[in-house]
């Protein structure tokens, strides 16, 4: 049973360009969500999303950033136009449902993404 | 806005002798906390949970106490082994709106033969 999965590992873009995160969520899994690690920081939480639904997306920038989850395919995090600021570890998590138990969200490996 | 705090980046251990990690946070509502461990190149994984209605919860090596009043957590580790070397990461939430964990800022533990 493959755990998340998250691509590339590794994104490198210059200032103005897009970038494209993918997370692919374990099987079985309907929710995701995305969190961002600046550095020497935490993880902070950015969005949740079910199939086709973004639930919450209070901790996401009003600007430039935004996520999808499809019916079918990966969950899609978007930036564009990015600046140097948006150099972070990006991480993904599902989990099977809106449990009462946070500790049921299952990390991916992460994006690293470097602006240039 | 740090409401999860982690003041230590950065803890040494000697092998078999116990780890404590602390973490303070600043908002009353969280009554769920969660220790995560994450080794480079890796996202972090689950290691254990607290509800605020308990104040001890113990899985085999690892140990998490909650102290309501002064709002602060701590995870031991005992005995500290060598593969415990990793980044440790406290959150919170609120239980109801669980979606939104806050994370402290990690704490990276180093455990030597």
């Known amino acids: 049973n493959a755990g998340v999965m998250q691509n590339p590992r590794h994104l490198v873009r210059r200032r103005g360009q897009e970038a494209r995160l993918r997370c692919s969520p374990m099987?079985?899994?309907?929710?995701v969500y995305w969190y961002r690690q600046l550095p020497e920081e935490g993880l902070k939480f950015m969005v949740y999303?079910?199939?086709?639904?973004?639930?919450?997306e209070s901790g996401m920038p009003k600007e430039r950033f935004s996520a999808e989850f499809p019916k079918e395919g990966p969950s899609i995090l978007r930036i564009q136009q990015v600046v140097r600021g948006d150099s972070a570890a990006y991480f993904c998590a599902s989990s099977p449902a809106l449990g009462r138990n946070t500790d049921t969200q299952y990390f991916g490996p992460g994006t690293r993404l470097t602006v240039l | 806005d740090q409401q999860v705090k982690q003041n230590s980046p950065s803890l040494s251990v000697q092998e078999g002798r116990i780890s404590i990690l602390n973490c303070d946070y600043t908002n009353s509502m969280f009554d769920y906390f969660l220790w995560y461990k994450k080794y480079p190149a890796e996202g972090p994984t689950f290691l254990i949970s607290?509800?605020?209605?308990?104040d001890k919860n113990e899985d085999g090596r690892f140990t998490v106490f909650l102290n309501k009043s002064a709002k602060h957590l701590s995870l031991h580790i005992v005995p500290s082994q060598p593969g415990d070397s990793a980044v440790y990461f406290c959150?919170?939430?609120?239980?109801?709106?669980?979606?939104?964990?806050?994370f402290g800022a990690g704490t990276r533990l180093t455990v030597k033969p």
């Open positions: 999303l079910q199939k086709e639904n973004i639930i919450d």
């Open positions: 959150a919170a939430s609120v239980e109801y709106n669980n979606n939104d964990m806050r």
């Open positions: 099987k079985g899994h309907s929710h």
């Open positions: 607290i509800s605020s209605i308990k």
